[in-house]
């Protein structure tokens, strides 16, 4: 959801039908990690690891903080999650590089910059729990009037959801997502993550009803577009998923998932120049590889009978998700091209002595 909750880990997949396999498409948002601290490099020399632990004004930890581990270069969020219930959070395996690390709950934040090779597991955050104020809000630059109104019971079952979520507890998720709707009904967020959620349980048709419920409480909620493009690609509404995401892209210009389902939306209507053009945006802004953008791409260099570059990101696809649920069509995808092309080139002509 935006704002903090907008950009909490969906563990869930969108996916839309484009050709020879199922284009997976994982939620809208980050990795999830769970705990942080100043980053320590491991004895690789390619990887660090960032822990530590969250505390209040007064001292005490801080349990559902929300934890973010940005790039300094760029901006892009690497890793997030929520602290536990001890206030700690840890993230393993990042790249060495220089980071900043931000602690938030609503508009309250605190900030921690570790420069490239900074050593040690123990960061100790201090956020300002004093201001309840600063909590009333879902964290976006500017708050709409309907973000205001939302009580702060309804903001802290949402944020024990996404919470869940982002460990897999399902049926926790499910509590604390009514709970939070039982509070606030019109809650664009828990809408929102309902619609999600149910995209996931193979019902979009029940998710739309929920991101329209969300776009009419809250009309610049962006994230609620860029999940009802989603659901609407499921459905090969093509135009109406462009339309959506496109309005997802003005609310919020750096949101690669809604370059990304405009490129799926773009490749469902055979118009692979455009998708191309998508595709490269999504992959500018998302913050680490993500396998079904180098899917897409081959769809589309298949359909323009670009048959290397569709190989090399058949290959990329299969080396970053071996596992993915369609490896197996991307696999033999891989093999029929290699097969066709190697078919169609010209056996060398040995010269005569």
């Not at 969250?54 to 940005?70: F, L």
């Not at 339309?243 to 210009?253: E, K, Q, T």
């Amino acid at each position: 959801m935006k704002g903090r909750a907008a950009t909490t880990l969906f563990a869930v997949c969108f996916s839309v039908t484009v050709g020879f396999s199922q284009l997976s498409n994982s939620p809208l948002s980050n990795t999830d990690g769970g705990a942080l601290g100043r980053n320590s490099t491991l004895a690789d020399g390619h990887s660090t690891n960032i822990a530590g632990v969250v505390v209040g004004s007064d001292g005490a930890p801080q349990p559902e903080i929300r934890v973010e581990v940005k790039s300094e270069q760029n901006g892009n969020v690497i890793a997030s999650g929520y602290t536990n219930n001890s206030g700690a959070f840890e993230f393993n395996g990042l790249p060495v590089a220089a980071y900043e690390v931000v602690a938030s709950r609503g508009l309250a934040e605190a900030h921690e910059r570790l420069a490239l090779g900074d050593i040690g597991l123990n960061l100790r955050i201090r956020l300002n729990t004093r201001d309840a104020a600063a909590a009333q809000a879902d964290g976006n630059a500017t708050v709409s009037i309907a973000e205001y109104k939302v009580p702060q019971k309804a903001r802290d079952a949402l944020h024990k959801a996404e919470a869940a979520l982002a460990n897999h507890r399902d049926n926790e998720v499910t509590k604390q997502l009514a709970k939070a709707l039982e509070v606030c009904p019109d809650y664009a967020a828990a809408l929102t993550l309902r619609g999600v959620l149910s995209l996931d349980a193979q019902s979009p048709e029940r998710a739309i009803e929920d991101f329209n419920k969300a776009i009419h409480s809250d009309p610049s909620y962006a994230l609620a577009y860029t999940a009802m493009a989603a659901a609407l690609n499921r459905l090969q509404k093509f135009d109406d998923a462009l339309r959506s995401a496109s309005r997802s892209v003005a609310l919020a210009p750096r949101s690669w998932q809604s370059y990304f389902e405009m490129a799926k939306s773009y490749v469902g209507k055979a118009d692979y120049e455009h998708a191309l053009q998508q595709l490269t945006k999504s992959q500018a802004l998302v913050p680490t590889e993500y396998a079904p953008i180098h899917l897409v791409r081959a769809h589309v260099m298949l359909a323009l009978k670009n048959y290397s570059n569709a190989m090399d990101e058949l290959q990329a696809f299969l080396t970053l998700a071996p596992k993915d649920p369609n490896s197996n069509a991307a696999r033999e995808t891989l093999e029929k091209v290699k097969a066709f092309t190697a078919a169609a080139t010209p056996a060398p002509v040995n010269s005569a002595r």
